[in-house]
């Protein structure tokens, strides 16, 4: 009976439960993954940083001296600072500017129409051999930040040359742009040039106060049927230190930028005296909406433009970064939550809200019946300032409920007289105009790389996107992350040679338009 028993335990034991069904199933799967693995390493290893369609534009033998270097000088040194409050600018630095111009660029003075918008923003027309082509225009803005409040190891309007470099209010931000073009424009005249097709030049006295002057450029030029085929503004740089390990410079070529508004929260509350403190203080309460609405700014989106970035970096970078950006069909959500992490990366996949100013209790001891907060709200490209607006005031709402307060407990509100930018539309990225300036980018700076970015600050060539589909900001000179970090800041600075050579783009730019075909 004992040895039957056994039996039939051994009978009822028939190992692991796996059916061919099953078997099938798992060599399916590692057949697919085994076919994503090759398909993501084969497309990898085809990643190849995008050459120029045509050959490189140069400055044709033109190098930049001393005597370029002593006009930006010069031109550093007139405070042209732009002021919020227009009854606090100082209108005789202004005055001073075009004068300044006619002495240091007389060729281009006497050659170009000069046509004044709004007493200080200038527009200038070089005109062409063929008027029926259509012009470009080239950009940049004349005015400055204010200095006051820093500490600056050199006067900030003495344009002292200091360890091989200038420092000066404006060096970077954005006079170099606007000497950049003066001096090709000098000296090609002098070479007797007369490009293909009417060359405008447009700079404003008041971009950085986000001043209507560009608006009203662009209308005078829709009004004389101007309509340009290429618009080039300040924005990005050859920039050194960029993300993926890329060791090479990169010339980052702004094709879009990002909406702007300021919005104000208002939190309401009992008031009282502090001795008695309550959860839901208009103070607290505040502080609470906005950390809610800043920490969601929505869900991240990878652009088109800022999967070719991606792309132009990763070529230049090591294989793991190519094997994840030749891929963005399988990686594309992945990237975007890591590219939101980044203090830089961030703001080019998503809205952002910054808080800028709190207002409560004018008094120490009173708990304010109402606290007020400015939040500084960047629009992502791919969607507009309403929805920007709406997301905040749900995030507003939701605070409220869980706070157990009423919900127009918290409002928010577009900010008194805000300026309200919607983000610009994309300029493309893979035509003969974005081609031309990565030829004149390849004749100057061979070692540099070019890719298309969306730049998240605000300039004026967003209101040329009225009149063109083809507006880039590009600043091109060289910008290192030290550089970077001292735009609007104390010690302002650009090295000397880095001037010399951004100058001999402008003159490559302008010198090669006879192989700009569009």
């Known amino acids: 009976m004992e040895e039957r028993g056994e039996g039939a335990r051994r009978k009822s034991y028939h190992g692991p439960n796996v059916t061919g069904g099953t078997m099938v199933v798992v060599f399916f799967i590692l057949v697919v993954i085994l076919a994503l693995v090759v398909v993501c390493v084969a497309r990898a290893a085809a990643l190849r940083p995008t050459l120029p369609a045509g050959s490189p534009i140069d400055a044709g033998g033109y190098h930049a001296g001393d005597e370029e270097v002593e006009r930006f000088r010069t031109l550093l040194r007139i405070p042209t600072v732009s002021r919020d409050n227009p009854a606090k600018l100082d209108c005789e630095l202004f005055d001073r500017w075009v004068p300044t111009l006619q002495r240091l660029y007389p060729r281009t003075f006497l050659t170009f129409e000069i046509t004044r918008i709004d007493e200080y923003g200038i527009l200038m027309r070089w005109p062409g051999r063929n008027p029926s082509l259509a012009p ?33 209010r404006g060096t970077l931000d954005n006079k170099l742009c606007f000497c950049g073009c003066m001096e090709a424009f000098e000296h090609l005249l002098g070479e007797g040039y007369v490009p293909p097709r009417d ?45 993926l390990g890329v060791t090479s ?24 005296h502090a ?32 999967t070719a970035m991606l792309q132009e970096l990763a070529a230049r970078g090591s294989f793991a970064y190519r094997i994840i950006f030749a891929n963005m069909w399988l990686f594309r959500p992945l990237v975007g939550r890591i590219l939101a992490a980044g203090t830089e990366t961030g703001p080019m996949v998503r809205s952002t809200y910054a808080l800028t100013q709190l207002a409560g209790s004018p008094a120490r001891n009173v ?19 309403n ?32 300026l309200v930018n919607e983000p610009s539309p994309f300029s493309p990225h893979d035509d003969e105009q974005f081609d031309y300036i990565r030829r004149c980018v390849a004749g ?19 209101s040329f996107t009225k009149i063109c589909n083809h507006v880039y900001r590009f600043a091109a000179f060289n910008y290192s992350p030290v550089a970077r970090g001292l735009i609007h800041e104390a010690n302002e600075r650009i090295p000397v040679d880095d001037y010399k050579r951004g100058v001999e783009f402008y003159v490559a730019f302008v010198r090669g338009l006879d192989q700009l075909d569009a």
């Open 367 to 385: 708990l304010a019946p109402e606290a007020t907060a400015n939040l500084n709200v960047r629009v992502a490209p791919f969607e507009d300032v």
């Open 275 to 306: 001795s008695a403190p309550s959860k839901n203080d208009a103070t607290r309460l505040l502080a609470r909406a906005t950390e809610r609405i800043c920490a969601n700014p929505g869900k991240p989106q990878v652009a088109d433009a800022v």
């Open 444 to 462: 100057v700076y061979p070692e540099a790389g070019v890719c298309p970015y969306v730049q998240t600050s605000c300039s004026d060539s967003r």
């Open 136 to 168: 470009i225009v080239m950009m940049a803005h004349h005015d400055v930040v204010p200095t006051e409040g820093q500490e600056w190891d050199y006067p900030p309007f003495a344009a002292e040359i200091h360890d091989g470099q200038i420092w000066a």
């Open 387 to 418: 929805a920007a607006l709406g997301r905040a005031r749900a995030q507003a709402a939701e605070e409220c409920r869980e706070s157990g307060v009423a919900a127009d407990a918290v409002s928010v509100d577009i900010a008194e007289n805000s």
């Open 199 to 243: 060359i405008w030049f447009f700079s404003s006295c008041c971009e950085e106060t986000s001043g209507p002057t560009a608006d009203h450029a662009v209308a005078w030029l829709r009004e004389y049927g101007v309509h340009p085929c290429m618009v080039l503004d300040e924005g990005g740089a050859v920039a050194t230190g960029v993300p």
């Open 249 to 272: 410079p990169m010339a980052m070529v702004g094709v879009s930028e990002k909406g702007h508004v300021d919005v104000t929260v208002t939190a309401h509350g009992t008031g009282g």
